[in-house]
């Protein structure tokens, strides 16, 4: 699952492809998990059950997630076994699913620049394993699964942060929270799907483990932007 010897020689299509779904997270960072204007004023206007409005809603915020797909692409990178996938993404779901619904249920007001900079580091920390770096500079390999699953818990916060922006009734809370979480869930399988078939044709290719490092890198790279990106909005936004 991790990379120890490889060397970037010069840039592939698999690669920028990835480069620009990392520029993607840094221009959109603000706004990849921000509230549409017509999604918020249809939510504030309706009461009760709506599960499949939710449902829609919850698949929408994930895909558009760029930060999330970021994470998802880094877990899978190296995993080739569908058993080890779903465990991985298993505990990835199960931890942004319980926080997404507690955080909205008991209304934890935290700070979404705070949180979204945790998501930053946990994409630049997926990267960075995955080139084998906490190998050379600790001299052991930090348990991944509970990375995965700890990393989901302050996926699951981020979520429930922009969710909270949708001022959702309380009638009808915690179905329509569960019916959003499955959307959630609807998202990232098709987005797990798109990143399966997209890798699976690219790990054919020599070029695979020729570029791999450089498709990490850059990972790294937009994890850190990010990370960075949200700080300053933690402390220069009142």
């Known amino acids: 699952m991790s990379l120890h010897s490889l060397r970037a020689v010069r840039p592939s299509f698999p690669v920028a492809a990835i480069?620009?779904?990392?520029?993607?997270?840094l221009t959109g960072g603000a706004s990849a998990h921000g509230v549409d204007t017509s999604d918020a004023g249809?939510?504030?206007e309706i009461t009760g059950w709506?599960?499949?409005?939710?449902?829609?809603?919850?698949?929408?915020?994930?895909?558009?997630?760029?930060?999330?797909?970021l994470f998802l692409l880094g877990v899978i990178f190296?995993?080739?076994?569908?058993?080890?996938?779903?465990t991985y993404v298993s505990l990835f779901a199960i931890g942004h699913s319980t926080t997404m619904v507690l955080g909205?249920?008991?209304?934890?007001?935290?700070?979404?620049?705070?949180?979204?900079?945790?998501?930053?580091?946990?994409?630049?920390?997926?990267?960075?394993?995955n080139i084998g770096a906490f190998q050379r500079w600790l001299g052991f390999q930090p348990n991944t699964k509970a990375a995965t699953l700890i990393f989901g818990?302050?996926?699951?916060?981020?979520?429930?942060?922009?969710?909270?922006?949708?001022n959702m009734a309380e009638d009808g809370l915690l179905p329509n929270l569960i019916a959003f979480n499955v959307g959630v869930e609807i998202g990232q399988l098709l987005a797990l799907a798109t990143i399966l078939i997209a890798m699976g044709f690219w790990r054919r290719t020599r070029s695979f483990w020729k570029y791999?490092?450089?498709?990490?890198?850059?990972m790294m790279c937009a994890g850190f932007v990010l990370f960075g990106y949200q700080l300053v909005g933690l402390i220069v936004v009142p």
């Open 78 to 86: 190296f995993l080739y076994r569908m058993e080890h996938i779903g």
């Open 104 to 129: 909205v249920y008991f209304n934890w007001a935290i700070s979404s620049y705070f949180i979204d900079a945790i998501i930053g580091l946990s994409v630049a920390y997926k990267a960075l394993d």
């Open 42 to 44: 249809y939510i504030a």
């Open 212 to 218: 791999a490092y450089s498709a990490n890198v850059a």
């Open 50 to 69: 709506n599960l499949l409005p939710y449902v829609y809603l919850g698949a929408k915020h994930m895909i558009t997630g760029y930060d999330h797909i």
């Open 19 to 25: 480069a620009l779904l990392a520029l993607l997270a």
């Open 153 to 166: 818990l302050f996926h699951g916060l981020g979520l429930a942060t922009k969710v909270l922006e949708y």
